[in-house]
Each structure stands twice: as structure tokens, then as C-alpha cells.
């Protein structure tokens, strides 16, 4: 086993996680849990449940261009599908609703930003032949990427690299057009699975421009820092139980918090924080729906 997967297993079978603010015990967690419990068998009961199943199966596919600062001149018009928190574990529905989403598309890369899984009791396995049936119907020219999100095992890696998809934990992969570089960077959670290699991973560039994919916002401003144009996100799904409005109630974001949904700038740097494939916990969503997005970046002379 290789040294960070060695730490990351620790981490797995600690009685902490470790996010980018410290330490956190997962006994701390445990009156959330409970109070979900409670409110799924209470919501069951109700009509509530049905339509908050219905919206939790409506699922979008958003399209917008974005102009992150620097885009070489060869990589202007590059799409990315950004797939978030599939867990299509959890509602398996999901898969035929995903799969006629994005059935046809050409884009360049796919980026997929953590949460394959959902029941930390499944093996890897098993939501990556969804995910790999949902995606069935793309076409993607150039890499296929993933990171690894706070329901991801360690044995994740093997499970997507086995599927054709490269998964960055804390590594880097450069891609060349001409003598235009451009660097994806991918981190392992940062919610419940940082360590000083996610830094280190940051800051490790020739100056390229740079992309970051991460399972949650929360180092949002130190990728800003370190340099980078793009960073690409998921973890929230958007709140997934939202107000009236789309405000979302709980993020579980301890810091970046501006980051929780959508489209935000922080410092130089663009972002987007997608509301995610699934759900967790609750099988619905309420106030908000989930999405895939095809990003076109574009350069800014062009606008
Ligand atoms: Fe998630």
C-alpha cells in the first residue's frame, strides 16, 4: 500500500476526521445522524416524501462558459463535463435519468468531483459500474479524471482506474496543445481526509494555468493563493433540504462558506460548486435539484 493510501486508511478507521480547520470527532456528528433517522421515518408518512423523491430525480444539465484568467489560446472552447456526488448507490434511479442527460455528448474531459459512493458499506465496486453505466452514452476526447470525496474509500482508486478513469489524489497531470500547458491538480478530501499533501499538491506548478478539482470548496482560498484559475467542486449538493429560494440549511462547510452553491469568484480565481448528481442521507431534495454541468472555458478577448 502506498504511503498516502497508508495515512488515508488511518484517517478511515479513526475516531476523527481531519478537515483543513483541524480534527473533527465523529461522535460530534452523531445527534445529526440521529435527527435525520428520525426524520426519514417521519417523512415517510407523509406526501412530503414523494415529492421530495420526484425532485431528487430531476435532474438538470447546465451549459455555461467560463472565463478563468490566463486560458492559453489552445485551450479556449475546452469542455469539461463536470459530474459531483453521483452516490448513485443510494438511488439508483438516478442512473437511467443521468444516462439520457448526457447521452451524446462530446466534450474534452471529464471531471468528476468525489462522492462516487454513498453507503459507506458498499464496496467501490458497485457505484462505479453505475457511474460507468450512467456516463455510458459520452464521449470524451481527452482525459477522464476523478477525486476522492468524504464517502470515498481508499479502494476507490483502484475501483475507477480499473473503469478507465485517473484519479489525482494530491498528484497533478499536465496537458499539452503546442506549447500551451495547462495543469489539472486533484486533492483528496479536504473535508474529512486533509493532510499537508494537499498543500504541498497546491503548490507544486511551473507556472502553468491552473485547474483544481476537489471534493469540497473549503481550500478554495488557498488554491487562490497558490495560483490557480479554475477550481471545480461538489460536497453540498446544494444543500439538498433547502429554504424557499434555494438557501441552503446545511452546507457541511467549515470554512469557504461563499462557496456553498453554484458560480463564485474568490480572489483572480473562478469557481463552481456543482449541487451534485444524488442525494445522501435523505433520499430528496426540497428547494433545489441536481445537476451536471458542461463547462466551455473561453478566453477573455473573445467576449
Ligand atoms: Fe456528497
Known sequence: MKSWARRRREIEVSRCWHGRTG????????PYDVLLAVLDKAIRATPLFARGYRNALDLRRVEFDLVPAGLPPSFDGYRILHVSDPHLDYLPDLVGVLRKLVEGLDVDMLAVTG???GDRRQPAEHPTALLVEALAGVKVRGPRLAVLGNHDPVEMVDALEAVGIDVLVNRSLVLQRGVDRLRVTGLDDVHSFYTEAAQAALADHDGEFRIALVHSA??????DRAG??????????GGQICLPGGRPIITHLTRCRHAASGLWRQGRMVGYTSRGVGVSELPLRCNTRGEVAVITLRRAERL
Open 23 to 30: 480534527g473533527r470527532s465523529r461522535w460530534r456528528k452523531r
Open 115 to 117: 462522492d462516487i459512493r
Open 218 to 223: 473549503e481550500v478554495a482560498d488557498d488554491a
Open 228 to 237: 490557480y484559475a479554475l477550481y471545480l467542486c461538489g460536497h453540498t449538493h
